[in-house]
């Protein structure tokens, strides 16, 4: 287990369409985040995963975003009736326990809406 | 006031000279503080952590934290054009809840 994987890489998709997004974390890690990251903006937090509890929500998520990991391992983030809004990077990133040392962040998925 | 507030740049500085970035944060009772170097187009990558006031070196780089002032700043010596990148500041909330909150990056730019 090398790192943290994410896929797709890249993904467009028209307005309106349901799109899902998939992470693989480090293995032994327990903890994993989703984040939204928008050209010349710092990762914005999404969501957190410790095992399989879905922890805390950002209060700017809107009900279109759900995420799941089940069983504890990978994660999948799905966004509902796309909009041109939701074009940004799609981060994934682990960490063992509460983030001490730092997050692993995946490459991303890169969400075109067009 | 944002959480964690960085200077977007962009800074630039010539190859072998010290690049200084800095960065506040608004969370008095936070512990972990990192900094991430992002690549256009790639994901962060991290390259220091620090949790206690004072000076922490890795090489070329230094990170530096006055809890006081609620203040981190990164120190890249002899910068290269490799270290062109964006840098972000990224701070642990407290209690269980943690997570990590970013600041908007600096852009660095080293030129020959």
């Known amino acids: 287990d090398t790192g943290v994987s994410q896929n797709p890489r890249h993904k467009i998709t028209k307005r309106g369409q349901n799109v899902t997004f998939r992470c693989d974390p480090i293995?032994?890690?327990?903890?994993l985040y989703w984040y939204r990251q928008t050209l010349g903006q710092g990762p914005e937090f999404l969501t957190y995963?410790?095992?399989?509890?879905?922890?805390?929500k950002s209060r700017l998520l809107s009900d279109r975003f759900s995420a799941e990991r089940p069983k504890g391992s990978f994660s999948t983030l799905e966004i509902q009736r796309t909009e041109q809004g939701d074009s940004a990077m799609y981060l994934c990133?682990?960490?063992?326990?509460?983030?001490?040392?730092?997050?692993?962040f995946g490459s991303g998925t890169r969400l075109t809406v067009v | 006031q944002k959480e964690v507030e960085q200077n977007s740049g962009p800074l630039s500085v010539p190859e072998g000279a010290i690049a200084s970035l800095n960065c506040t944060y608004s969370?008095?009772?936070?512990?972990?503080f990192f900094w991430y170097r992002q690549y256009s187009g790639k994901s962060p990558e991290l390259i220091m952590s620090?949790?206690?006031?004072g000076d922490k070196e890795d090489g070329r780089f230094t990170a530096q934290l006055n809890k006081a002032s609620q203040y981190v700043s990164l120190l890249i010596r002899d910068s290269q054009p490799s270290d062109s990148a964006t840098y972000l500041c990224?701070?642990?909330?407290?209690?269980?809840?943690?997570?990590?909150?970013f600041g908007t990056g600096t852009r660095l730019q080293v030129t020959l």
């Open positions: 990133a682990s960490s063992p326990g509460q983030g001490y040392y730092g997050y692993t």
């Open positions: 293995s032994e890690h327990n903890r």
């Open positions: 995963f410790q095992n399989e509890a879905q922890l805390e």
């Open positions: 969370d008095r009772v936070s512990q972990s």
């Open positions: 620090i949790y206690s006031n």
């Open positions: 990224a701070v642990l909330s407290s209690g269980t809840a943690s997570k990590l909150t």
